[in-house]
């Protein structure tokens, strides 16, 4: 059985990789892409339930019957809390309550996992009245084109923002029967005076901003960069679809302004209870989660076995939604128009790569936030910054407070390494040196793979289960040489912005590439990357190009991930341990 996947072949520089405005389950489905014999009734990418003739590959061609029946009229919190047993009111906390409480709640809610509302930011004397109106948005930019999203068929169109908001003014705040058309502005980019209140007058807490030390999603390089900063306009009875934040990120969502009551209500979990709801959604609901297809009923919410966190948020709410939270959001009223924003902590990242990662690729899912190359770039800066630490510039004046400093670093480069040693694991090759690779002329450290047999007095892999197993351990160079700068500045440039053309996965290091079989009318002068590529994961499963011709590529030479690994690991033993890199950090493949 031959199939071909939906993503568009392109070439790296154009950045071969799904789109992020749609979510959709990839669909392999004409003559690239072939599942192998033994493996053709297990190993096709799901599928979302066809229901009443809907297209079940294609989530804008939704009939509005298959869509539950739902609207926030006459909605309120108690009165939703006192029907369901599991509704639970989210916890509040004012803006202008005493800094000392604000941070308890904070610190609570990245301990807890709980949704969390910061409320009265309108209250807050830097509130910018100004900006945060419609008048002012439709003076600015009523004239601009935009997207809008009919909720009823999922079909997206084009208008101005001046027609957008006079057609929702003439609609009813709630959806009536036989109603064919309700729009909602979804993912839009935020207005330029917004982005500058938020990131630079200082009134929302800096550390839960977009951009902050803490967000990771900051260290990549602007041609990697994710825009997370966006938002979302609309009257009653629009929504979003049950779904999780992408790749297990914190979510925030602030209402700047409304008209004629307009508010949102807010359906949402606790992070521990991600399990729970994707298999409730699964095996009660006949639902994929991370499809994001499925608008989940108060009812159905109700009957849940887990607790939902349940709001309304009104101007000046700012909405915290903890990582692998299940949240669903129904507009109530006039409209009302929101700012949101993603960050990336180092939590984040370990939970993204562990719990979300497997997912999205069992779903068919592009990852879009790319996780693994996150962390790279990461590595990549801290070690920078610890260098300076702990090689100052002569004449240089320390500040206040720069050797705990140094140590908060160096805990987080710690942490983001052992993590990068589990990717350096799933990426390595044995025969790597022999590979073709999209960069060329890399130099590296010297730094190399010796295996050798665990025993009792290897430390950290003392347990029986591993003991006598095959390891690869980095080994030291033996003519050690600086890399020259030039090469050193290309490979922090560079990336490998490409998708797995089946499951979507993102692909950092290794991949597996067919030029043959090419889309019709390509260039016949293909380059690394422009052919049929699959990750390893969907290799190993069974899948391949038609002609069953696949081979093996890396996007750099290995060595010069294990370069930038080890010198991280050099400075950290002097941070930290003041041991040998290779006993401090020892990447183990084991054999099993």
């Known amino acids: 059985m031959s199939q071909q996947v939906s993503q568009p072949h392109t070439s790296p520089s154009h950045s071969k990789r799904a789109s992020s405005s749609s979510l959709k389950p990839l669909s392999p489905n004409a003559s690239a892409i072939s599942i192998g014999p033994s493996l053709a009734e297990t190993s096709q990418p799901p599928r979302p339930p066809s229901r009443q003739g809907a297209d079940p590959n294609t989530s804008s061609h939704v009939s509005s019957q298959s869509l539950p029946r739902i609207t926030a009229k006459d909605w309120s919190v108690p009165s939703l809390c006192r029907k369901f047993a599991s509704f639970k009111e989210v916890r509040r906390v004012s803006a202008v309550a005493d800094p000392a409480t604000l941070a308890k709640a904070l610190d609570e809610y990245e301990l807890d996992g709980i949704p969390l509302i910061i409320e009265d930011w309108h209250k807050h004397s830097a509130w910018p009245r100004d900006i945060f109106s419609l008048e002012w948005l439709l003076r600015t930019a009523g004239h601009e084109n935009i997207n809008v999203r009919n909720v009823h068929d999922r079909q997206d169109q084009p208008m101005t923002l001046s027609e957008f908001v006079a057609l929702s003014r003439s609609q009813p705040h709630h959806a009536v029967a036989g109603e064919t058309q309700r729009l909602y502005w979804k993912d839009a980019d935020c207005p330029p005076a917004w982005r500058q209140w938020l990131l630079e007058s200082g009134t929302i807490p800096s550390h839960i901003l977009p951009g902050s030390t803490d967000d990771y999603l900051g260290y990549l390089s602007p041609s990697e960069a994710v825009e997370s900063l966006l938002c979302y306009m609309g009257i009653g009875d629009t929504y979003t679809a049950a779904h999780k934040d992408l790749c297990a990120s914190s979510g925030h969502n602030l209402m700047c302004f409304s008209e004629q009551d307009g508010s949102s209500f807010w359906f949402m979990t606790a992070a521990n209870d991600a399990p729970a709801v994707a298999r409730y959604f699964q095996t009660e609901l006949n639902q994929e989660l991370d499809w994001e297809t499925h608008v989940t009923t108060v009812e159905e919410l109700g009957r849940a076995p887990f607790d939902v966190y349940v709001t309304e948020q009104k101007v000046g709410d700012l909405v915290l939604v903890p990582p692998r939270s299940c949240h669903q959001v129904v507009n109530k009223g006039g409209l009302a128009m929101k700012t949101s924003w993603s960050r990336m902590t180092l939590d984040n990242l370990k939970t993204a790569l562990h719990c979300e990662l497997p997912i999205y690729r069992r779903v068919c899912r592009p990852e879009q936030y790319r996780v693994k190359t996150i962390l790279y770039k990461s590595v990549l800066h801290l070690t920078e910054e610890l260098q300076l630490d702990l090689n100052p510039v002569p004449n240089r004046a320390s500040t206040p407070g720069a050797s705990h400093g140094v140590t908060g670093r160096a805990k987080k480069l710690k ?178």
């Open 415 to 592: 942490q983001l390494l052992q993590l990068f040693d589990e990717v350096l694991c799933e990426e390595f090759a044995s025969c790597h040196e022999e590979l073709q690779h999209a960069l060329e002329n890399e130099d590296s450290s010297g730094w190399g793979l010796k295996p050798h047999f665990a025993t009792s007095t290897d430390g950290g892999v003392a347990n029986a289960d591993v003991r006598n197993r095959l390891m690869l351990t980095l080994s030291p160079p033996t003519n050690t040489h600086n890399r020259h700068a030039t090469d050193k500045a290309k490979e922090r440039r560079s990336s490998c912005n490409l998708a797995c053309d089946f499951c979507g996965a993102d692909l950092f290091q290794s991949f597996f590439e067919c030029k043959e079989c090419r889309p019709l009318g390509s260039d016949s002068s293909l380059q690394i990357g422009d052919g049929v590529l699959l990750c390893p994961a969907c290799y190993v499963e069974g899948r391949l190009c038609r002609c069953g011709e696949m081979e093996p590529v890396q996007y750099r030479r290995f060595e010069v991930l294990l370069s930038d690994r080890n010198q991280a690991a050099r400075l950290l033993s002097r941070a930290l341990l003041g041991e040998d890199p290779v006993r401090v950090f020892r990447m183990q493949y084991v054999v099993v």
